[in-house]
């Protein structure tokens, strides 16, 4: 049989091993993808060698200059060169290291990497040497050997000409602008990952910016505030939990600070920045009950777990991670954050004085806040107080006159209704404003989730079985969780190789798709391992519920009534939201109003 010349009309060519610096060329192809990437790189180099203080500077977005240096422990002269070389590393030795990695950088890929996309110089000491080394490359040649070279203990890395040689890869280059945004993002991840190194970057002939070494938490604070935003940092909390071998801490921001893009999501897996889909849905379903439609959640968190538990070798870049029980790591960090979250009460966490703005059209709006929504009165929820109005209003206002803001309840004592929408109360910071109608909505709609939770899932039985197609993998979600479906009232057997039958569904969903809903639940089993397709039809259901039940705007209540409403919100889960996502309450400083009216000026 003759050969035939293939498809593009160039004729085949023989196997060949390729040139080394093709190879390098190839792989940092996967590992350098821009200006940003070398800068990720270097300084997870520098963490490794225990760097107490890393400077970087940058021209040109990156492209004309990068220089990395760090105070860590060096590369002795007789490694200088092995350094460049492929899958050389300090780091890993045997195959069983690989499977309990704690360092940010293994592959051996990097320096190589870099070297062969750039004009590049390294020059490191080690504590005990008299002097240090520098070993310098082109992308074009082989490095030289390394020439003495006065430094300091530690590293210097210098990159120069990104891509100089690689014409195709550096068309593909953003403006200078964006580079340097993409660099300042991926040192901001960085400075992020390690409180205990201060961090320095410049770039071009702008100020020299001085992230410090934090240690305690006032300190941890302010420097969360420094790369993440004041704001940011003024509306968060911190999180904390374990159980299973699994380790979480770090911040989340309260619902009422959210976003329109997932752009202050932060996620840190034993020390390694990380973009993980398991991670993310497990945080979007923790705030799905209290968020606002089309809003994003800002948090900085931080797993730790045992290094053979999660693969991070699933990237070239090693942005992505495989857990080996993605199930247990997505339902531990769903539960800590859900729990978290159920704590923000008043009292916990005080909102900002101004509902969030959103994005609509491209364009800065206030959130709209409708009034006129579907009701019940107030007052049969609550029974009747000794006290009269009078007495209420007495004694809010001895109260706070006597500066005893520890006898004072965190939204303090009623004092009016305008318009029979808001609660005008006063506490120890000032003037309190509450939504009667979305505080009242989130309290009936807690109290009808205690109280189904606190009863079994009941199926009710179809009359007729419901065919569902569905793909294989989704039919072997459905075995393999049979028993998770069955509690949750959902009975679905196999009737074929793709098909299911549901055959009850939970009691209180009776009458919704079957279909889709089965489809739905089935989906979210393949990919996370855990759906909450249930409960959040279920939530639909209750807020609707809670809705018709939550007192009428424009109903007019009593002190007594009101007061009634700010202690059951005190006592309320998530009572900063309504069941939309809408804040119920914010709180107005007395320097605040003394701004308004320039008292003290």
């Known amino acids: 049989m003759g050969s035939a010349a293939p498809a593009h ?75 460049l070389a492929r899958h050389a590393t300090s780091k890993i030795g045997t195959l069983e290291d690989l499977d309990r990695i704690a360092s940010l950088g293994f592959r051996g890929e990097a320096l190589p990497s870099i070297a062969s996309v750039s004009r590049f110089c390294i020059t490191s000491r080690t504590a005990d040497a008299p002097y ?9 040649e082989a490095p030289a050997d390394p020439e003495p070279a006065p430094h300091p203990p530690g590293t210097t890395v210098e990159v120069r000409d990104l891509f100089h040689d690689v014409p195709a890869r550096r068309r593909f280059l953003r403006t200078e602008r964006t580079e340097s945004g993409h660099l300042e993002e991926a040192l901001r991840r960085l400075a992020l990952s390690r409180f205990d190194v201060e961090f320095r970057w410049r770039a071009d002939r702008q100020p020299e910016r001085v992230v410090p070494a ?85 948090f900085v968190l ?43 009460r008043p009292g916990t966490a005080v909102p900002a004085a101004a509902p969030p703005a959103r994005v609509a059209g491209g364009h800065q709006t206030r959130m709209s806040l409708p009034v006129a929504e579907a009701v ?19 004694a809010a206002d001895a109260a706070v006159r006597a500066g005893a803001a520890d006898e004072v309840p965190p939204l303090g004592y009623a004092l009016a209704q305008l318009r029979g929408i808001y609660v005008l109360a006063e506490n120890a910071r000032g003037l309190v404003v509450v939504d009667m109608h979305a505080a009242h909505e989130r309290i009936t709609y807690e109290r009808l989730k205690a109280a189904w ?18 793909s294989e993998r989704e039919a072997e979600a459905a075995q393999v969780h049979a028993a998770l479906l069955a509690d949750a009232g ?18 209180a969903l009776a009458g919704c798709d079957a279909a889709a809903l089965v489809r739905d639940v089935l989906a979210d089993l393949a990919a996370h391992g855990a759906s909450r397709r249930l409960g959040e039809l279920r939530d639909a259901l209750l807020a609707t519920m809670a809705c018709h039940g939550a007192v009428r705007a424009n109903r007019r209540l009593t002190l007594a009534e009101m007061n009634a409403l700010l202690r059951d919100m005190e006592r309320t889960e998530r009572a900063g939201q309504c069941n939309h996502g809408r804040p119920t309450w914010v709180q107005v400083d007395l320097q605040e109003l003394d701004r308004w009216f320039l008292r003290g000026r």
């Open 9 to 83: 009309g160039r004729p085949f060519m023989p196997i060949r091993r390729l040139p080394p610096q093709l190879v390098n060329q190839i792989a940092a192809g996967e590992v350098v993808e821009r200006p940003a990437s070398v800068v990720k790189e270097l300084v997870e180099n520098s963490l490794d060698a225990g760097a107490h203080r890393i400077e970087v500077a940058f021209e040109g977005g990156g492209v004309r200059r990068i220089r990395v240096r760090d105070d860590g422990a060096g590369i002795p002269c007789a490694e200088l060169a092995l350094a």
């Open 132 to 140: 240090g080394c520098r070993l310098c490359a082109d992308g074009a």
């Open 214 to 298: 934090a240690q305690g938490a006032e300190a941890g604070r302010a420097r969360l505030a420094a790369l993440c935003g004041a704001p940011f940092a003024e509306a968060t909390v911190p999180v904390e939990g374990q159980a299973v071998g699994l380790s979480l801490r770090g911040w989340i921001a309260v619902p009422t600070f959210s976003r329109s893009q997932p752009d202050l999501q932060y996620f840190y897996v034993n020390g390694r920045t990380v973009r993980d889909r398991g991670l993310a849905h497990a945080a979007r379903q923790a705030y799905a009950d209290v968020l606002y439609h089309g809003r994003h959640p800002a």
């Open 302 to 344: 931080y797993l730790d777990l045992d290094p053979a538990l999660v693969d991070v070798n699933a990237h070239p870049a090693k942005l992505e991670v495989r857990f080996r029980d993605g199930r247990l790591v997505h339902d531990f960090l769903f539960r800590a954050l859900q729990r978290a979250l159920a704590r923000l």
């Open 376 to 394: 019940a009165a107030y007052a049969a929820l609550h029974g009747p107080t000794p006290m009269q109005d009078g007495d209420q209003g007495s």
């Open 453 to 470: 939770d606190a009863a079994d899932a009941q199926a009710q039985a179809l009359l007729v079985p419901v065919s569902v197609a569905v």
């Open 490 to 507: 959902l009975e679905i057997e196999p009737i074929g190789p793709a098909t299911l039958a549901v055959r009850a569904l939970p009691a």
